[in-house]
Protein backbone atom coordinates (compact mmCIF):
# COMPACT_ATOMS: atom_id res chain seq x y z
CA UNK A 1 0.00 0.00 0.00
CA UNK A 2 1.18 3.12 -0.59
CA UNK A 3 -0.22 5.28 2.61
CA UNK A 4 -1.33 1.80 4.92
CA UNK A 5 -2.11 4.78 7.96
CA UNK A 6 -5.21 6.12 6.11
CA UNK A 7 -5.67 3.19 3.85
CA UNK A 8 -6.23 0.67 6.66
CA UNK A 9 -7.54 3.42 8.64
CA UNK A 10 -10.36 1.40 11.48
CA UNK A 11 -13.62 3.01 10.20
CA UNK A 12 -14.53 5.36 13.40
CA UNK A 13 -11.66 6.40 13.06
CA UNK A 14 -11.88 7.31 9.52
CA UNK A 15 -15.08 8.61 10.11
CA UNK A 16 -13.63 11.30 12.75
CA UNK A 17 -10.94 12.38 9.69
CA UNK A 18 -13.47 12.50 7.39
CA UNK A 19 -15.94 14.55 9.45
CA UNK A 20 -12.63 16.88 10.78
CA UNK A 21 -12.10 17.42 6.83
CA UNK A 22 -15.55 17.60 5.35
CA UNK A 23 -16.17 20.57 8.15
CA UNK A 24 -12.71 22.47 7.04
CA UNK A 25 -13.77 22.00 3.09
CA UNK A 26 -17.42 23.36 3.45
CA UNK A 27 -15.62 26.20 5.13
CA UNK A 28 -13.40 26.95 2.46
CA UNK A 29 -15.81 26.85 0.10
CA UNK A 30 -18.25 28.82 1.82
CA UNK A 31 -15.95 31.23 2.63
CA UNK A 32 -13.70 31.33 -0.55
CA UNK A 33 -16.84 30.51 -3.81
CA UNK A 34 -19.71 33.11 -3.79
CA UNK A 35 -21.44 30.38 -5.43
CA UNK A 36 -21.12 27.86 -2.55
CA UNK A 37 -22.44 30.73 -0.35
CA UNK A 38 -25.56 31.51 -2.16
CA UNK A 39 -26.75 28.45 -2.29
CA UNK A 40 -26.14 27.74 1.41
CA UNK A 41 -27.92 30.35 2.54
CA UNK A 42 -30.74 30.04 0.00
CA UNK A 43 -30.63 26.21 1.87
CA UNK A 44 -30.53 27.93 5.38
CA UNK A 45 -27.42 26.22 6.25
CA UNK A 46 -23.96 27.87 7.61
CA UNK A 47 -20.75 25.81 7.72
CA UNK A 48 -21.15 25.79 11.74
CA UNK A 49 -24.35 23.62 11.01
CA UNK A 50 -22.00 20.34 9.52
CA UNK A 51 -21.63 18.63 13.18
CA UNK A 52 -21.77 14.76 12.21
CA UNK A 53 -21.01 13.17 9.53
CA UNK A 54 -24.78 12.72 8.12
CA UNK A 55 -25.63 16.25 8.24
CA UNK A 56 -23.83 16.22 4.36
CA UNK A 57 -27.13 15.35 3.57
CA UNK A 58 -28.36 19.48 4.38
CA UNK A 59 -25.97 20.71 1.43
CA UNK A 60 -27.36 21.14 -1.38
CA UNK A 61 -26.43 19.48 -4.62
CA UNK A 62 -24.03 20.48 -6.82
CA UNK A 63 -24.53 19.72 -10.88
CA UNK A 64 -22.40 19.43 -13.52
CA UNK A 65 -24.43 22.51 -15.43
CA UNK A 66 -23.35 24.48 -12.36
CA UNK A 67 -19.83 24.01 -13.43
CA UNK A 68 -20.90 25.25 -16.90
CA UNK A 69 -22.97 28.28 -15.60
CA UNK A 70 -19.92 29.60 -13.99
CA UNK A 71 -17.16 28.69 -16.27
CA UNK A 72 -14.32 28.86 -16.65
CA UNK A 73 -13.65 30.26 -13.03
CA UNK A 74 -16.78 30.62 -11.35
CA UNK A 75 -16.41 27.64 -8.70
CA UNK A 76 -12.71 27.88 -8.31
CA UNK A 77 -11.69 28.55 -4.29
CA UNK A 78 -8.55 31.71 -4.25
CA UNK A 79 -7.21 33.60 -6.96
CA UNK A 80 -5.82 32.11 -10.75
CA UNK A 81 -2.46 32.98 -9.07
CA UNK A 82 -2.04 29.99 -6.74
CA UNK A 83 -3.42 27.56 -9.65
CA UNK A 84 -0.54 25.61 -10.97
CA UNK A 85 -2.59 23.93 -14.02
CA UNK A 86 -5.91 23.83 -15.48
CA UNK A 87 -7.58 20.63 -16.93
CA UNK A 88 -10.24 20.70 -18.84
CA UNK A 89 -13.05 17.74 -19.92
CA UNK A 90 -14.16 16.63 -23.33
CA UNK A 91 -17.04 17.13 -25.31
CA UNK A 92 -19.08 19.44 -23.39
CA UNK A 93 -22.17 21.88 -25.18
CA UNK A 94 -19.19 23.91 -26.46
CA UNK A 95 -17.90 24.76 -23.24
CA UNK A 96 -15.53 22.40 -21.38
CA UNK A 97 -15.75 21.92 -17.30
CA UNK A 98 -12.55 23.46 -16.40
CA UNK A 99 -10.78 21.70 -13.28
CA UNK A 100 -7.61 24.14 -11.69
CA UNK A 101 -5.20 22.62 -9.80
CA UNK A 102 -3.40 24.44 -6.47
CA UNK A 103 0.71 23.01 -6.20
CA UNK A 104 -1.19 20.85 -3.36
CA UNK A 105 -3.90 19.45 -5.38
CA UNK A 106 -1.38 18.02 -7.99
CA UNK A 107 0.22 16.96 -5.03
CA UNK A 108 -2.75 14.93 -3.09
CA UNK A 109 -3.66 13.62 -6.97
CA UNK A 110 -0.29 12.47 -7.47
CA UNK A 111 -0.36 10.34 -4.18
CA UNK A 112 -3.81 9.06 -5.05
CA UNK A 113 -2.49 7.86 -8.64
CA UNK A 114 0.09 6.01 -6.73
CA UNK A 115 -2.12 4.12 -4.59
CA UNK A 116 -4.23 3.78 -7.52
CA UNK A 117 -1.02 2.19 -9.37
CA UNK A 118 0.14 -0.20 -6.19
CA UNK A 119 -3.23 -1.01 -5.48
CA UNK A 120 -2.80 -2.92 -8.97
CA UNK A 121 0.46 -4.14 -7.99
CA UNK A 122 2.18 -1.56 -9.66
CA UNK A 123 5.83 -0.70 -7.69
CA UNK A 124 9.06 1.42 -8.00
CA UNK A 125 11.16 -0.42 -11.11
CA UNK A 126 7.82 -1.21 -12.94
CA UNK A 127 8.15 0.53 -16.72
CA UNK A 128 4.89 2.05 -16.85
CA UNK A 129 3.59 2.75 -20.86
CA UNK A 130 1.29 5.88 -20.01
CA UNK A 131 -1.32 5.34 -23.17
CA UNK A 132 -3.97 7.48 -21.48
CA UNK A 133 -4.21 11.20 -23.62
CA UNK A 134 -2.10 13.90 -22.72
CA UNK A 135 -3.37 17.22 -22.73
CA UNK A 136 -6.13 18.83 -21.47
CA UNK A 137 -7.30 15.56 -20.39
CA UNK A 138 -6.85 14.18 -16.60
CA UNK A 139 -5.63 10.94 -17.69
CA UNK A 140 -2.14 11.59 -19.25
CA UNK A 141 -0.81 13.99 -16.62
CA UNK A 142 -2.72 12.63 -13.61
CA UNK A 143 -0.86 9.24 -14.18
CA UNK A 144 2.13 10.42 -15.02
CA UNK A 145 2.47 12.44 -11.67
CA UNK A 146 1.32 9.55 -9.78
CA UNK A 147 3.81 7.06 -11.47
CA UNK A 148 6.65 9.66 -11.03
CA UNK A 149 5.60 9.80 -7.37
CA UNK A 150 5.72 6.46 -7.06
CA UNK A 151 9.29 6.46 -8.55
CA UNK A 152 8.19 3.72 -11.17
CA UNK A 153 9.61 4.53 -14.81
CA UNK A 154 7.19 6.27 -17.04
CA UNK A 155 6.93 6.00 -20.40
CA UNK A 156 4.66 9.41 -21.71
CA UNK A 157 3.53 7.51 -24.60
CA UNK A 158 0.13 9.19 -24.69
CA UNK A 159 -2.49 7.56 -26.97
CA UNK A 160 -2.47 6.19 -30.49
CA UNK A 161 0.34 4.97 -33.52
CA UNK A 162 -0.71 1.68 -32.54
CA UNK A 163 2.61 0.21 -33.55
CA UNK A 164 4.86 2.54 -32.38
CA UNK A 165 3.24 1.25 -28.95
CA UNK A 166 4.23 -2.44 -29.79
CA UNK A 167 7.52 -1.37 -30.67
CA UNK A 168 7.88 0.73 -27.25
CA UNK A 169 6.20 -2.43 -25.43
CA UNK A 170 8.81 -4.84 -27.01
CA UNK A 171 11.83 -2.62 -26.75
CA UNK A 172 11.84 -1.23 -23.02
CA UNK A 173 10.47 -3.46 -21.68
CA UNK A 174 6.97 -2.22 -20.43
CA UNK A 175 5.16 -3.82 -17.37
CA UNK A 176 2.56 -1.83 -16.81
CA UNK A 177 -0.22 -0.20 -19.11
CA UNK A 178 -2.50 2.59 -18.52
CA UNK A 179 -4.78 2.97 -21.17
CA UNK A 180 -8.94 3.09 -22.27
CA UNK A 181 -9.55 -0.64 -21.95
CA UNK A 182 -10.93 -0.49 -25.78
CA UNK A 183 -7.76 0.84 -26.46
CA UNK A 184 -5.96 -2.33 -24.63
CA UNK A 185 -7.86 -4.64 -26.92
CA UNK A 186 -6.67 -2.25 -29.78
CA UNK A 187 -2.95 -2.85 -29.23
CA UNK A 188 -3.55 -6.85 -28.37
CA UNK A 189 -5.20 -7.41 -31.83
CA UNK A 190 -2.66 -5.33 -34.01
CA UNK A 191 -0.18 -6.97 -32.13
CA UNK A 192 -1.71 -10.28 -33.19
CA UNK A 193 -1.84 -9.29 -36.30
CA UNK A 194 2.02 -8.41 -36.72
CA UNK A 195 2.26 -11.51 -34.98
CA UNK A 196 3.70 -9.90 -31.69
CA UNK A 197 2.97 -12.29 -28.68
CA UNK A 198 1.81 -10.03 -25.92
CA UNK A 199 1.83 -12.49 -23.61
CA UNK A 200 5.53 -13.33 -24.05
CA UNK A 201 6.44 -9.86 -23.21
CA UNK A 202 6.82 -8.20 -19.87
CA UNK A 203 3.35 -6.46 -19.32
CA UNK A 204 1.56 -7.82 -16.03
CA UNK A 205 -0.43 -5.00 -15.34
CA UNK A 206 -2.84 -2.67 -17.39
CA UNK A 207 -4.83 0.03 -15.16
CA UNK A 208 -7.84 0.51 -17.43
CA UNK A 209 -10.93 3.25 -17.59
CA UNK A 210 -11.88 6.34 -18.42
CA UNK A 211 -15.43 4.74 -20.60
CA UNK A 212 -17.46 1.78 -19.46
CA UNK A 213 -16.65 -1.52 -19.74
CA UNK A 214 -17.97 -5.33 -18.71
CA UNK A 215 -16.05 -8.29 -17.04
CA UNK A 216 -16.65 -9.52 -20.36
CA UNK A 217 -13.87 -7.14 -22.18
CA UNK A 218 -11.71 -7.67 -18.77
CA UNK A 219 -11.52 -11.59 -19.16
CA UNK A 220 -10.70 -11.10 -23.18
CA UNK A 221 -7.64 -8.33 -22.11
CA UNK A 222 -6.45 -10.15 -19.65
CA UNK A 223 -6.70 -13.32 -21.73
CA UNK A 224 -4.86 -11.54 -24.85
CA UNK A 225 -2.48 -9.43 -23.47
CA UNK A 226 -1.32 -11.86 -20.42
CA UNK A 227 -1.94 -9.50 -17.74
CA UNK A 228 -3.94 -8.42 -14.57
CA UNK A 229 -6.50 -5.73 -16.27
CA UNK A 230 -7.45 -3.39 -13.01
CA UNK A 231 -10.93 -0.85 -13.32
CA UNK A 232 -10.60 2.59 -12.11
CA UNK A 233 -12.88 5.60 -11.70
CA UNK A 234 -12.83 9.24 -11.67
CA UNK A 235 -14.34 12.50 -12.61
CA UNK A 236 -12.61 15.79 -14.22
CA UNK A 237 -15.05 17.77 -12.14
CA UNK A 238 -13.64 16.01 -8.60
CA UNK A 239 -10.17 15.46 -9.77
CA UNK A 240 -9.29 13.25 -12.37
CA UNK A 241 -8.98 9.43 -12.45
CA UNK A 242 -7.63 8.69 -8.52
CA UNK A 243 -11.55 8.96 -7.00
CA UNK A 244 -11.63 4.58 -7.07
CA UNK A 245 -9.55 1.79 -8.08
CA UNK A 246 -9.57 -2.04 -8.12
CA UNK A 247 -7.19 -3.67 -5.73
CA UNK A 248 -6.09 -6.89 -6.83
CA UNK A 249 -9.03 -8.99 -5.66
CA UNK A 250 -10.91 -7.06 -8.12
CA UNK A 251 -14.04 -6.81 -6.14
CA UNK A 252 -15.12 -3.40 -6.87
CA UNK A 253 -13.03 0.26 -7.32
CA UNK A 254 -11.90 1.12 -3.44
CA UNK A 255 -12.92 4.86 -2.50
CA UNK A 256 -10.23 7.31 -1.47
CA UNK A 257 -12.30 7.97 1.16
CA UNK A 258 -9.86 10.32 3.33
CA UNK A 259 -10.48 12.26 0.27
CA UNK A 260 -13.91 11.70 -1.16
CA UNK A 261 -16.98 11.59 0.81
CA UNK A 262 -19.24 9.15 -1.30
CA UNK A 263 -23.35 8.91 -0.79
CA UNK A 264 -25.90 6.96 -2.75
CA UNK A 265 -29.12 8.84 -3.46
CA UNK A 266 -31.95 7.92 -4.77
CA UNK A 267 -31.64 9.48 -8.43
CA UNK A 268 -35.15 10.97 -8.39
CA UNK A 269 -36.10 12.23 -4.94
CA UNK A 270 -32.21 12.97 -4.04
CA UNK A 271 -32.91 11.18 -0.56
CA UNK A 272 -29.77 9.41 0.90
CA UNK A 273 -30.19 4.94 -0.08
CA UNK A 274 -28.16 2.57 2.41
CA UNK A 275 -25.22 0.69 1.27
CA UNK A 276 -25.71 -2.19 -0.73
CA UNK A 277 -28.69 -0.76 -2.61
CA UNK A 278 -27.85 0.75 -5.73
CA UNK A 279 -27.99 4.49 -6.57
CA UNK A 280 -27.01 7.82 -8.05
CA UNK A 281 -22.92 7.91 -6.48
CA UNK A 282 -22.88 11.27 -4.71
CA UNK A 283 -18.80 12.51 -3.66
CA UNK A 284 -18.13 15.92 -1.82
CA UNK A 285 -13.95 16.65 -1.92
CA UNK A 286 -12.58 16.62 1.73
CA UNK A 287 -8.97 17.69 0.55
CA UNK A 288 -9.28 19.99 -2.64
CA UNK A 289 -7.66 23.40 -1.99
CA UNK A 290 -8.26 24.99 -6.13
CA UNK A 291 -11.57 22.97 -6.37
CA UNK A 292 -13.87 22.49 -3.92
CA UNK A 293 -17.46 20.60 -4.84
CA UNK A 294 -19.94 19.35 -2.68
CA UNK A 295 -22.10 16.86 -3.37
CA UNK A 296 -21.81 16.46 -6.82
CA UNK A 297 -24.15 14.63 -8.51
CA UNK A 298 -22.14 12.09 -11.20
CA UNK A 299 -25.46 10.94 -12.56
CA UNK A 300 -23.42 7.30 -12.15
CA UNK A 301 -25.47 4.50 -11.15
CA UNK A 302 -23.46 2.40 -8.30
CA UNK A 303 -23.24 0.08 -5.58
CA UNK A 304 -21.27 0.71 -2.72
CA UNK A 305 -20.01 -2.43 -0.24
CA UNK A 306 -18.55 -1.08 2.90
CA UNK A 307 -17.15 -4.85 3.93
CA UNK A 308 -13.65 -5.24 4.30
CA UNK A 309 -11.67 -6.14 1.49
CA UNK A 310 -9.05 -9.10 1.50
CA UNK A 311 -6.52 -6.46 0.50
CA UNK A 312 -6.63 -4.96 3.99
CA UNK A 313 -8.14 -1.67 3.27
CA UNK A 314 -10.61 -0.39 4.71
CA UNK A 315 -12.35 1.99 2.61
CA UNK A 316 -15.77 0.95 0.49
CA UNK A 317 -15.86 -0.70 -2.82
CA UNK A 318 -18.00 0.80 -5.69
CA UNK A 319 -19.35 -1.30 -8.45
CA UNK A 320 -18.83 -0.89 -11.86
CA UNK A 321 -21.25 2.01 -12.83
CA UNK A 322 -24.39 0.47 -13.83
CA UNK A 323 -26.15 2.81 -16.02
CA UNK A 324 -26.43 6.45 -16.17
CA UNK A 325 -29.84 8.67 -14.50
CA UNK A 326 -29.44 10.85 -17.49
CA UNK A 327 -28.53 10.41 -20.94
CA UNK A 328 -25.41 10.89 -21.11
CA UNK A 329 -23.04 9.04 -23.40
CA UNK A 330 -19.56 8.31 -22.97
CA UNK A 331 -18.20 7.42 -27.06
CA UNK A 332 -14.26 7.02 -26.56
CA UNK A 333 -13.83 8.46 -23.66
CA UNK A 334 -15.76 11.68 -24.54
CA UNK A 335 -18.94 12.30 -23.05
CA UNK A 336 -22.11 13.03 -25.50
CA UNK A 337 -25.11 14.02 -25.08
CA UNK A 338 -27.89 13.56 -27.60
CA UNK A 339 -29.02 17.53 -26.87
CA UNK A 340 -25.69 18.77 -27.93
CA UNK A 341 -26.14 16.36 -30.95
CA UNK A 342 -29.18 17.82 -31.64
CA UNK A 343 -28.55 21.42 -31.40
CA UNK A 344 -25.36 20.40 -33.84
CA UNK A 345 -27.97 19.07 -36.55
CA UNK A 346 -30.45 21.70 -36.47
CA UNK A 347 -27.81 24.61 -37.04
CA UNK A 348 -27.19 22.73 -40.37
CA UNK A 349 -29.62 24.83 -42.81
CA UNK A 350 -32.62 22.51 -43.63
CA UNK A 351 -32.17 19.41 -41.41
CA UNK A 352 -34.89 18.14 -39.99
CA UNK A 353 -35.21 17.67 -35.60
CA UNK A 354 -35.76 13.84 -36.61
CA UNK A 355 -32.92 11.76 -35.76
CA UNK A 356 -31.32 9.06 -34.08
CA UNK A 357 -28.42 8.28 -32.51
CA UNK A 358 -26.89 4.34 -33.11
CA UNK A 359 -23.04 4.09 -31.05
CA UNK A 360 -21.65 0.96 -31.52
CA UNK A 361 -18.36 -0.86 -31.13
CA UNK A 362 -16.65 -2.14 -33.84
CA UNK A 363 -13.12 -3.70 -33.16
CA UNK A 364 -13.72 -2.64 -29.52
CA UNK A 365 -13.74 0.94 -31.20
CA UNK A 366 -16.67 2.65 -30.30
CA UNK A 367 -18.55 4.06 -33.67
CA UNK A 368 -21.46 6.55 -33.39
CA UNK A 369 -24.04 6.52 -36.66
CA UNK A 370 -26.35 9.72 -36.62
CA UNK A 371 -29.15 9.13 -39.03
CA UNK A 372 -31.19 12.54 -39.99
CA UNK A 373 -34.26 12.28 -42.07
CA UNK A 374 -34.48 14.04 -45.11
CA UNK A 375 -37.14 16.13 -45.75
CA UNK A 376 -38.52 17.75 -48.79
CA UNK A 377 -36.38 20.80 -47.96
CA UNK A 378 -33.11 19.96 -48.86
CA UNK A 379 -34.10 16.85 -50.92
CA UNK A 380 -31.66 17.25 -54.26
CA UNK A 381 -31.90 14.94 -57.61
CA UNK A 382 -28.10 14.88 -56.93
CA UNK A 383 -26.68 12.74 -54.74
CA UNK A 384 -23.67 15.56 -54.58
CA UNK A 385 -26.31 17.52 -52.84
CA UNK A 386 -27.60 15.34 -50.53
CA UNK A 387 -23.41 14.17 -50.07
CA UNK A 388 -22.88 17.77 -49.08
CA UNK A 389 -25.63 17.94 -46.63
CA UNK A 390 -23.83 14.77 -45.08
CA UNK A 391 -20.62 16.60 -44.95
CA UNK A 392 -21.64 19.42 -43.07
CA UNK A 393 -23.46 17.90 -40.63
CA UNK A 394 -20.52 15.69 -40.33
CA UNK A 395 -18.41 19.00 -39.96
CA UNK A 396 -20.92 20.55 -37.37
CA UNK A 397 -20.59 17.50 -35.35
CA UNK A 398 -16.96 17.49 -35.07
CA UNK A 399 -16.25 21.22 -34.31
CA UNK A 400 -18.79 20.78 -31.51
CA UNK A 401 -18.27 17.00 -29.95
CA UNK A 402 -14.54 16.64 -31.08
CA UNK A 403 -15.80 13.48 -32.59
CA UNK A 404 -16.22 12.03 -36.12
CA UNK A 405 -19.80 10.64 -36.41
CA UNK A 406 -21.08 8.50 -39.71
CA UNK A 407 -23.71 10.44 -40.88
CA UNK A 408 -26.71 8.37 -42.90
CA UNK A 409 -29.90 9.87 -44.47
CA UNK A 410 -32.78 8.14 -44.18
CA UNK A 411 -36.47 8.67 -45.24
CA UNK A 412 -38.82 10.68 -43.39
CA UNK A 413 -40.95 8.75 -40.75
CA UNK A 414 -38.44 5.82 -41.19
CA UNK A 415 -37.20 6.55 -37.50
CA UNK A 416 -39.42 5.01 -35.23
CA UNK A 417 -41.40 7.29 -33.02
CA UNK A 418 -42.90 6.13 -29.48
CA UNK A 419 -45.50 7.94 -28.39
CA UNK A 420 -45.08 10.73 -31.11
CA UNK A 421 -41.30 11.29 -29.47
CA UNK A 422 -38.55 9.85 -31.67
CA UNK A 423 -36.09 7.03 -29.44
CA UNK A 424 -33.05 9.38 -29.90
CA UNK A 425 -30.33 6.75 -28.71
CA UNK A 426 -29.91 3.28 -29.57
CA UNK A 427 -26.76 1.87 -27.84
CA UNK A 428 -25.86 -1.33 -29.04
CA UNK A 429 -22.78 -1.59 -27.20
CA UNK A 430 -22.58 -4.34 -24.46
CA UNK A 431 -21.87 -2.71 -21.36
CA UNK B 1 -38.47 20.10 -75.20
CA UNK B 2 -38.73 20.51 -71.28
CA UNK B 3 -40.16 17.69 -69.83
CA UNK B 4 -40.93 16.90 -66.17
CA UNK B 5 -39.13 14.79 -63.89
CA UNK B 6 -39.94 13.67 -60.41
CA UNK B 7 -37.03 12.53 -58.35
CA UNK B 8 -37.87 10.04 -55.22
CA UNK B 9 -35.52 9.43 -52.07
CA UNK B 10 -35.29 5.68 -51.39
CA UNK B 11 -33.76 4.55 -48.61
CA UNK B 12 -30.97 1.36 -49.34
CA UNK B 13 -33.25 -1.46 -47.98
CA UNK B 14 -34.70 -4.83 -49.52
CA UNK B 15 -37.99 -3.95 -50.79
CA UNK B 16 -38.49 -0.30 -50.67
CA UNK B 17 -38.55 -0.16 -55.04
CA UNK B 18 -41.96 -2.52 -54.14
CA UNK B 19 -43.30 0.27 -51.95
CA UNK B 20 -42.45 3.15 -54.29
CA UNK B 21 -43.90 1.09 -57.51
CA UNK B 22 -46.78 -0.01 -56.25
CA UNK B 23 -48.78 3.11 -56.20
CA UNK B 24 -47.27 4.23 -59.26
CA UNK B 25 -49.02 1.09 -61.04
CA UNK B 26 -52.17 1.05 -58.83
CA UNK B 27 -52.64 4.48 -60.28
CA UNK B 28 -51.86 3.37 -64.00
CA UNK B 29 -48.70 5.96 -64.39
CA UNK B 30 -46.91 4.50 -67.09
CA UNK B 31 -43.00 5.34 -66.33
CA UNK B 32 -41.05 6.43 -69.93
CA UNK B 33 -37.89 6.70 -68.26
CA UNK B 34 -35.84 6.18 -65.43
CA UNK B 35 -32.68 6.25 -63.89
CA UNK B 36 -31.25 5.60 -60.70
CA UNK B 37 -28.22 7.13 -58.66
CA UNK B 38 -27.36 5.71 -55.51
CA UNK B 39 -24.55 5.76 -52.97
CA UNK B 40 -24.54 3.71 -49.79
CA UNK B 41 -27.20 4.24 -47.62
CA UNK B 42 -30.04 5.80 -50.45
CA UNK B 43 -30.82 5.88 -54.11
CA UNK B 44 -32.52 8.94 -55.91
CA UNK B 45 -34.82 7.23 -58.80
CA UNK B 46 -35.31 10.03 -61.32
CA UNK B 47 -38.86 9.05 -62.82
CA UNK B 48 -40.19 10.80 -66.52
CA UNK B 49 -43.84 9.42 -65.95
CA UNK B 50 -47.36 9.76 -68.55
CA UNK B 51 -48.69 12.19 -65.80
CA UNK B 52 -46.56 13.58 -63.62
CA UNK B 53 -49.52 15.17 -60.81
CA UNK B 54 -50.75 12.33 -60.38
CA UNK B 55 -47.62 10.82 -59.73
CA UNK B 56 -46.55 13.17 -57.11
CA UNK B 57 -50.05 12.53 -55.22
CA UNK B 58 -49.79 8.76 -55.19
CA UNK B 59 -45.99 9.21 -53.97
CA UNK B 60 -46.80 11.56 -51.08
CA UNK B 61 -49.46 9.30 -50.15
CA UNK B 62 -47.51 6.71 -49.97
CA UNK B 63 -45.20 9.04 -47.62
CA UNK B 64 -42.06 9.19 -50.15
CA UNK B 65 -39.83 12.25 -49.87
CA UNK B 66 -39.48 13.76 -54.07
CA UNK B 67 -39.25 16.62 -55.42
CA UNK B 68 -39.93 17.83 -59.66
CA UNK B 69 -38.06 19.41 -61.80
CA UNK B 70 -37.58 20.35 -65.50
CA UNK B 71 -35.06 18.62 -67.85
CA UNK B 72 -34.87 18.58 -71.28
CA UNK B 73 -35.21 16.00 -73.43
CA UNK B 74 -34.21 15.38 -77.00
CA UNK B 75 -34.01 12.99 -80.05
CA UNK B 76 -30.96 11.84 -81.09
CA UNK B 77 -30.37 9.90 -84.18
CA UNK B 78 -30.43 5.83 -83.39
CA UNK B 79 -26.33 5.33 -84.86
CA UNK B 80 -22.91 5.18 -83.74
CA UNK B 81 -21.85 9.04 -82.46
CA UNK B 82 -25.63 10.06 -82.61
CA UNK B 83 -25.62 10.93 -78.85
CA UNK B 84 -21.81 12.16 -79.15
CA UNK B 85 -22.66 14.55 -81.96
CA UNK B 86 -26.05 15.56 -81.43
CA UNK B 87 -26.34 16.35 -77.93
CA UNK B 88 -22.74 15.78 -75.95
CA UNK B 89 -19.95 17.67 -78.06
CA UNK B 90 -22.53 20.95 -78.97
CA UNK B 91 -22.72 20.84 -74.90
CA UNK B 92 -19.16 20.76 -74.51
CA UNK B 93 -18.21 23.66 -77.17
CA UNK B 94 -21.39 25.49 -75.61
CA UNK B 95 -19.31 25.21 -72.45
CA UNK B 96 -22.42 23.63 -70.60
CA UNK B 97 -21.85 21.17 -67.95
CA UNK B 98 -24.21 17.57 -68.20
CA UNK B 99 -24.79 16.98 -64.61
CA UNK B 100 -26.57 13.84 -65.99
CA UNK B 101 -28.95 12.48 -68.71
CA UNK B 102 -30.25 9.16 -69.36
CA UNK B 103 -32.58 7.36 -71.83
CA UNK B 104 -36.32 6.82 -72.61
CA UNK B 105 -37.58 3.17 -72.57
CA UNK B 106 -39.31 3.28 -75.94
CA UNK B 107 -38.74 5.41 -79.10
CA UNK B 108 -40.08 5.92 -82.41
CA UNK B 109 -37.66 3.86 -84.96
CA UNK B 110 -34.16 4.96 -86.07
CA UNK B 111 -34.38 7.70 -82.79
CA UNK B 112 -33.09 7.54 -79.36
CA UNK B 113 -34.69 9.93 -76.69
CA UNK B 114 -32.87 11.33 -73.75
CA UNK B 115 -33.14 13.68 -70.88
CA UNK B 116 -30.71 15.59 -69.35
CA UNK B 117 -30.03 17.90 -66.63
CA UNK B 118 -27.27 21.03 -67.64
CA UNK B 119 -25.78 23.43 -65.26
CA UNK B 120 -27.34 25.85 -67.22
CA UNK B 121 -31.19 24.84 -69.18
CA UNK B 122 -31.64 27.22 -71.12
CA UNK B 123 -27.97 27.67 -72.68
CA UNK B 124 -28.26 24.22 -72.79
CA UNK B 125 -31.45 24.43 -75.00
CA UNK B 126 -30.36 27.02 -77.14
CA UNK B 127 -27.14 25.32 -77.75
CA UNK B 128 -28.98 22.05 -79.00
CA UNK B 129 -31.82 24.42 -80.86
CA UNK B 130 -28.95 25.84 -82.83
CA UNK B 131 -27.42 22.54 -83.95
CA UNK B 132 -31.43 21.91 -85.35
CA UNK B 133 -31.51 24.70 -87.70
Redesign the interface.
Same mark, same amino acid.
Not at chain 1, 379 to 383: A, K, P, R
Not at chain 1, 408 to 414: G, H
Given at each position: MWQPQYEMMPRPELARLQLERLRHQVKHAYSKVPFYRAKFQEAGITPDDIKSLEDVVRLPFTSKSDFRDNYPFGLMAGPLSEVVRVHASSGTTGKPIIAPYSAGDIDTWANLIARNLVSAGVHKGDVIQNVYSYGLFTGGLGYHYGAEKLGATVIPASVGNTKRQLMLIQDLGTTVLTSTPSYALVLAETAQEMGIDLIASQLRVAILGAEPWTEKMRLEIEAKVGISAIDNYGLTELIGPGVSCECQYKQGMHIWEDHFLPEIVDPASGQPLPYGKQGELVLTTLTKEALPVIRFRTHDLVTLHPEKCACGRTFVRMSKVCGRTDDMLIIRGVNVFPTQIESALLSVEGVAPHYQIIVDREHHLDRIEIQVE /? %??AV? %??? /?RG &??EMEDRVRAEINSVLGISARI =? &? +??? !? %?IARTEGKARHVIDRREL | MRIK?V?V? +? $?NETGRLVDMLTPLARSKIDILALSV?? %?A??G?V !?LVVSDPEKAVRALHEA $??? &? !?V?ELLSYQVPDVPGGLLRTVVEPLARAGINL??FYAFIQSEAGKATVVL =?ASDLDGAEAALKRLQH
Open positions: /V %SEF %SDE /V &LE =K &L +VEP !R %S | QSF +V $GAD %SDFI !R $GFT &L !RNEY =K
